[in-house]
């Protein structure tokens, strides 16, 4: 079986071909050009798909609250304008004739990491990437849970300061306000007067200001995590996103965690994600293999 992985961002739309062992071959990518609006950016979905030949298969992981049984954008952010009520799965196999399973990003990225990569063996465990935002994915007794509107583990939205700062999502107070690796860059910047990137951060690690910004930044991490283990209980916690490649940080976490923690959860480990880039894109194309 031949299938066509999708990795829809809000920069790059990523694709590759992805054969019968699951490996992943001609991959590629092409701007999301994400102001064109949530139709061009399926219409260009569709004109990649028909320019390869012999695909059994279409699997899409996308940013976006997703109905994984309708293949439809249930809501997105204007960071994507128009492209809540989008309906991927319908568009797609209409105009390619192919099967088409639609996911998620986060949720695909957690099926690549438990299938393939960190969580493999593991049945209960979350995934949290953390970039611009924080994305979450809930794994529970071995299955992908999504809520009763397929939208759990938006775990950038729990609260973790009441009447805090004010998130995108038109709430105050938001996780993702706080830890999420944009809130590091703007700390560090608000607190040194500086114009740096997440790379300069780390760059000038050795600097005592920056390093107790960082500091500060991981026990806001830690906090959010502490409530999802004790709703969730779970064995492992995946943390992804580029910024999760300092060793430093989930050193920190799981020794925090330790400290912070009711001895009946200590079980709990926190691991960065394994598959980098192709886990939305791996997650996707296993969904697809099983339509």
């Known amino acids: ?18 054969d019968e062992n699951f490996n992943l071959t001609q991959k590629n990518s092409v701007p999301t050009n994400a102001h064109e609006g949530g139709r061009r950016i399926i219409d260009r979905v569709v004109e990649i798909a028909k320019s390869f030949d012999n695909i059994d298969r279409i699997g899409i992981s ?8 309708k293949g439809e954008i249930i809501f997105a952010t204007d960071s994507i ?32 990491e438990a299938v393939f990569g960190a969580a493999k063996g593991q049945k209960n465990f979350v ?8 994305g979450g994915a809930i794994y529970l007794n071995g299955n992908l849970f999504t809520g009763s509107s397929f939208s759990a583990g938006e775990f950038g939205h729990i609260i973790t300061h009441a009447n805090g700062k004010d998130c995108t999502c038109g709430g105050c107070g938001c996780y993702e306000a706080y830890a999420s690796a ?3 860059v703007k700390s560090v910047n608000d607190n040194l007067g500086t114009s740096m990137n997440g790379k300069d ?3 000038n690690f050795d600097n005592p200001e920056i390093r107790s910004v960082i500091d500060g930044w991981i026990d806001e991490i830690v906090t959010g995590l502490i409530s999802i283990i004790y709703i969730f209980n779970p064995a ?3 943390l992804g996103g580029g910024i999760m490649n300092e060793a430093y940080i989930t050193e920190e976490i799981n020794i925090k965690l ?8 200590r079980n709990v480990r926190a691991v960065k994600a394994l598959m980098g880039n192709d886990a939305n894109k791996l997650g996707a194309a296993y969904l697809a293999s099983k339509l």
């Open 1 to 18: 079986m031949r299938i066509l992985a999708f990795d829809i961002g809000g920069t790059e739309i990523k694709y590759a071909v992805c």
């Open 62 to 69: 996308t940013a976006g609250q997703v109905d994984s049984i």
């Open 81 to 112: 304008p128009g492209y809540t009520g989008t309906k991927i799965k319908e568009i797609v196999e209409a105009a390619t004739g192919i099967p088409v399973a639609v996911e998620n990003d986060v949720n695909s990225a957690a099926v690549g």
């Open 127 to 134: 995934c949290l990437t953390y970039g611009t935002g924080i």
């Open 182 to 184: 944009s809130a590091l």
């Open 201 to 203: 951060i780390f760059n």
């Open 236 to 238: 492992l916690i995946i």
């Open 258 to 265: 330790q400290r912070r923690l009711m001895p009946s959860f």
